[in-house]
């Protein structure tokens, strides 16, 4: 009975010992981040403390690393460093993908390695794409969607977003035709297969024939009244769809559920397109019962598949840790600025400056200059470290800013640091530096806590979707005369103009600009907006459609 004693004593001392060695560490931060260093972020050196020490709850932990399961494991760390580095700079996402996804994201990474390259199933289609009569050749569950990207960066990760999520959706395996715009910029994203087309791909060759004018395109041949007739009456091996922002009202029918009936049958999908393709596929039926398991949160899809498709190579994250680690990591907050100039349209830069400098003071982003004397300014009582990371082909808008508070710095106490990683001048989205610098600076936006991107601009898209954040949107000047700014500040405090100079998005999702505009049936005009609850208008293309929470 001693003896049992004794035992259990032990080990209650050794449980003990274990709590304070757990407690008191967890006490001593709490009451630093009270009273001692307020100015440190606290919540990610608790992320950077636990990856090294590790937790007592293993499954806490592998959700962290792997994003709540949206990530497999098996990766080589070594091989691509962002998969699980990048979520040490990250804030936890308060979305929680659903179970129904990360099963169906299980199956698809299954189905990938069955039938991508390299595989017997690859060949076999191969075979069926260059001799279709050949039906023995052609395996029944592999079927391909294949996307053509176009235009700038952000376009292009839409694109492959686009196609991804209709692969998904329609049991096909994605293949992506890098090219040269998106070389050296993305790791493999399924573990023992490519995404990439390979350069021998029998169709290649055709791909610079494909454009809206394309008489074997799907809607040229839906024109023409004979796409039931092509399909059903003989073998198709692949059908060509140009959903790019020039897309015509028959291409747009492919989100229909009629003819979605028929693409099934098609073994290989050729997708061009340039733009967000989501929304438009959530108006149809056809997959809608499975669209609502996968996505009771319907403007999530972007967070989401974004956060699980897109992994930047070591040479890119290289990029991004360099910036983030020596002027990013020691903000308490990081407000992140998307500026894009449409030229003429966009008016003066100092229209810009005034426009961007009367959003963020009006809706307290940044804080008004101090204009009292140097020792009020110089004090610091109650400093505070806010970082204003700006992202724009100019250097004038940063410059601008650190200037301004560099001179009079902030009310309260508060330090703005500004930080601007590079100024390219000009958009060159054929160039290797230029992508991987665009792409790096949409990941350090997307670590930012708020954001202010400008309409249009795909480039913000992409870094809202992917830091999970409804950002703070400025307008597009078109035929609007910007006041002096003295006005805009009037007018912030007198209310004149409504939302102007900026607005806050509905949500997180990017804008379909070329959405479907006819009825299937009859090809009346219509407009999606007001047929789903969970569907609107864009706030900054009023034609266009976006995905918000319908429980908001």
Not at 26 to 47: H, Y
Request: net charge neutral; hydrophobic share 35%; aromatic share 12%.
């Amino acid at each position: 009975m001693e003896v049992a004693m004794t035992k259990m004593m032990k080990t209650t001392t050794k449980k003990t010992k274990l709590v304070l060695l757990i407690a008191v560490p967890v006490m001593a931060v709490v009451i630093l981040q009270q009273f001692w260093l307020p100015s440190l972020n606290f919540n990610r050196l608790w992320r950077t403390v636990s990856q090294h020490v590790g937790s007592t709850n293993d499954s806490h932990r592998n959700d962290d690393e792997f994003i709540n399961g949206l990530l497999p494991p098996g990766f080589d760390q070594k091989s691509c460093l962002s998969r699980y580095q990048l979520n040490l700079y990250r804030k936890p996402s308060p979305y929680i993908p659903s179970s129904p996804l990360l099963s169906k994201l299980r199956r698809y990474e299954s189905l990938h390695r069955r039938c991508g390259p390299n595989s017997p199933s690859f060949r076999r289609a191969l075979v069926g794409l260059t001799s279709p009569t050949n039906s023995t050749s052609l395996p029944e569950d592999c079927k391909y969607a294949v996307v053509l990207t176009r235009d700038g960066l952000g376009n292009r990760i839409l694109a492959i977003i686009s196609a991804f999520f209709y692969a998904l959706m329609s049991d096909r395996v994605f293949l992506i035709d890098r090219g040269n715009a998106l070389d050296d910029l993305f790791c493999e994203p399924f573990l023992g297969s490519s995404w990439i087309l390979p350069s021998d791909f029998p169709l290649r060759r055709e791909f610079g024939s494909f454009r809206q004018s394309f008489p074997g395109s799907f809607g040229n041949i839906l024109r023409n009244g004979m796409l039931e007739k092509t399909i059903e009456d003989s073998p198709v091996s692949y059908l060509y769809l140009h959903l790019s922002h020039d897309a015509s009202d028959y291409d747009k029918l492919f989100y229909c559920d009629r003819q979605q009936n028929l693409l099934k049958k098609v073994p290989w999908l050729i997708m061009e397109t340039n733009n967000y393709l989501v929304p438009g596929i959530f108006l149809g039926s056809f997959f809608r019962e499975e669209l609502n398991k996968l996505f009771p949160a319907k403007d999530t899809v972007f967070h989401h598949l974004g956060r699980y498709l897109f992994h930047p190579t070591n040479g890119v994250w290289g990029l991004i840790s360099r910036s983030y680690k020596p002027y990013l990591a020691r903000a308490k907050e990081m407000l992140g600025i998307q500026i894009r100039n449409f030229g003429s349209e966009s008016g003066s830069f100092q229209d810009q400056m005034n426009q961007l400098l009367a959003c963020t003071q009006k809706k307290k982003l940044l804080p008004d200059v101090e204009q009292s004397s140097p020792e009020k300014s110089n004090s610091t009582a109650s400093q505070t470290v806010k970082v204003v990371l700006v992202t724009s082909l100019s250097s004038e808008y940063s410059e601008t800013l650190k200037e301004m508070y560099w001179e009079h710095g902030g009310i309260d106490g508060e330090v703005v640091a500004v930080y601007q990683p590079s100024h390219e001048g000009i958009q060159s989205s054929n160039k290797k530096m230029h992508n991987r610098k665009a792409l790096a600076e949409m990941y350090l936006l997307s670590l930012s806590d708020v954001l202010v991107t400008s309409d249009w601009s795909t480039f913000g898209y992409v870094a809202q979707g992917l830091a999970g954040v409804k950002p703070w949107m400025l307008y597009k000047a078109e035929d609007k005369v910007f006041p002096p700014l003295n006005e805009w500040l009037k007018y912030r405090t007198r209310n004149e103009t409504g939302d102007w100079p900026c607005r806050r998005a509905v949500s997180m999702e990017p804008c379909l600009h070329v959405p479907p505009v006819c009825d299937c049936d009859e090809m009346q005009r219509r407009d999606g907006w007001n047929e789903l609850p969970f569907v609107t208008h864009c706030e900054d293309a009023s034609w266009g459609l976006k995905l918000v929470n319908e429980f908001n």
